[in-house]
């Protein structure tokens, strides 16, 4: 049996005659008539009655007219789908974050603005440490993700800035460093020098090393021994360290909001060369469409962003 016949079973009988049926399907009779019978033999059983005037279902052709229509909604309805699949405008985009990447703003801004376009994409989201979140890439289980500095490249990936901002210096809200600055003056920026005398917390080099490889080299760049107390998986584990006074740490700018009572923020002096990279990583030769289409929004708004 082929959807075919059971397009020209559903067309005789909505009309009740083999010719206007034809002429609906744009074909000749003969062959429509030929069609019918090939499809009741394949059966077993009568479809139709035939008389003078046209053609009329019987009762086996009535319940078999359920059983058709259904089947020609089902293939009209996922051929409609994989329209829009083909589009880009269904299907499923797995997208990995870190905590860091997802305390920008411009994470929630770019979810929505796809959910927006794309309401018939799935999305399904997963937060790791960019090490995590590399390897996810690399093994077909992620389409895409937001973290910070590349911890490895691995060939078939591709990494893409977004966006870039300050670092800041973070420490219990009831440390020295912290003391509010006097009337009228702004706070006073924190040296590598003064962070380098107090215990440092950063997350677990393996899993992401990025940012906090940059600052220990830049530390040793200018003869400093940081003294680490903790490696964490986290940044969130991190700032719960540091605002419960195990030590000092460093963070991106965007994360400064996490625990304002118990964490100050401090600008960090003359380390220019040290910022926090906003990085899109995605598989080169990815041909799902909903993760070419988010790549090309992250790409746009960040280019707003950074403009504005």
């Given at each position: 049996?082929?959807?075919?016949?059971?397009?020209?079973?559903?067309?005789?009988?909505?009309?009740?005659?083999?010719?206007?049926?034809a002429?609906?399907?744009?074909?000749?009779?003969p062959?429509?008539s030929?069609?019918?019978?090939?499809?009741?033999?394949?059966?077993?059983?009568?479809?139709?009655?035939r008389?003078p005037?046209?053609m009329?279902?019987?009762?086996?052709?009535?319940?078999?007219?359920?059983?058709?229509?259904?089947?020609?909604?089902?293939m009209?309805?996922?051929?409609?789908?994989?329209?829009?699949?083909?589009?880009?405008?269904?299907?499923?985009?797995?997208?990995?974050?870190?905590?860091s990447?997802?305390?920008?703003?411009?994470?929630?801004?770019v979810?929505?603005?796809f959910?927006?376009?794309?309401?018939k994409?799935?999305?399904?989201?997963?937060?790791?440490?960019?090490?995590?979140?590399?390897?996810?890439?690399?093994?077909?289980?992620?389409?895409?993700?937001?973290?910070?500095?590349?911890?490895?490249?691995?060939?078939?990936?591709?990494?893409?800035?977004?966006?870039?901002?300050?670092?800041?210096?973070?420490?219990?809200?009831?440390?020295?460093?912290?003391?509010?600055?006097?009337?009228?003056?702004?706070?006073?920026?924190?040296?590598?020098?003064?962070?380098?005398?107090?215990?440092?917390?950063?997350?677990?080099?393996?899993?992401?090393?990025?940012?906090?490889?940059?600052?220990?080299?830049l530390?040793?760049?200018?003869?400093?021994?940081p003294?680490?107390?903790?490696?964490?998986?986290?940044?969130?584990?991190?700032?719960?360290?540091?605002?419960?006074?195990?030590?000092?740490?460093?963070?991106?700018a965007?994360?400064?909001?996490?625990?304002?009572?118990a964490?100050?923020?401090?600008?960090?002096?003359?380390?220019?060369?040290?910022?926090?990279?906003?990085?899109?990583?995605?598989?080169v030769?990815?041909d799902?469409?909903?993760a070419?289409?988010?790549?090309?929004?992250?790409?746009?708004?960040?280019?707003r962003?950074?403009?504005?």
């Amino acid at each position: 049996m082929e959807m075919r016949q059971l397009r020209y079973f559903a067309a005789v009988a909505q009309t009740g005659h083999l010719t206007r049926a034809a002429e609906l399907l744009g074909i000749q009779q003969p062959p429509l008539s030929q069609q019918i019978h090939t499809l009741e033999r394949e059966l077993g059983m009568p479809l139709f009655r035939r008389h003078p005037r046209g053609m009329a279902l019987t009762d086996a052709g009535r319940q078999f007219q359920v059983e058709a229509l259904r089947l020609l909604q089902d293939m009209e309805a996922m051929s409609q789908r994989m329209a829009r699949v083909a589009q880009g405008q269904e299907g499923t985009l797995a997208i990995g974050f870190t905590s860091s990447a997802a305390a920008h703003r411009f994470m929630p801004e770019v979810l929505r603005a796809f959910r927006r376009a794309h309401p018939k994409v799935e999305l399904q989201l997963r937060e790791d440490n960019a090490a995590e979140l590399t390897a996810a890439l690399s093994g077909g289980r992620l389409h895409c993700a937001l973290l910070r500095v590349p911890v490895a490249r691995p060939q078939g990936l591709r990494f893409e800035t977004l966006l870039r901002e300050p670092v800041m210096a973070a420490m219990p809200s009831d440390h020295a460093f912290a003391a509010p600055p006097k009337r009228g003056s702004a706070a006073r920026p924190l040296t590598l020098a003064q962070l380098c005398t107090e215990g440092l917390i950063l997350v677990r080099r393996p899993g992401a090393p990025g940012l906090y490889a940059e600052l220990l080299a830049l530390c040793h760049e200018k003869g400093l021994r940081p003294r680490i107390v903790a490696e964490v998986d986290r940044m969130m584990t991190n700032l719960n360290l540091v605002a419960a006074g195990a030590g000092l740490s460093v963070v991106p700018a965007s994360m400064t909001g996490a625990h304002p009572h118990a964490i100050a923020y401090r600008r960090l002096a003359g380390c220019g060369s040290l910022d926090a990279p906003l990085t899109l990583a995605a598989r080169v030769d990815d041909d799902n469409l909903p993760a070419q289409r988010f790549a090309a929004l992250a790409g746009e708004l960040a280019s707003r962003q950074g403009a504005a």
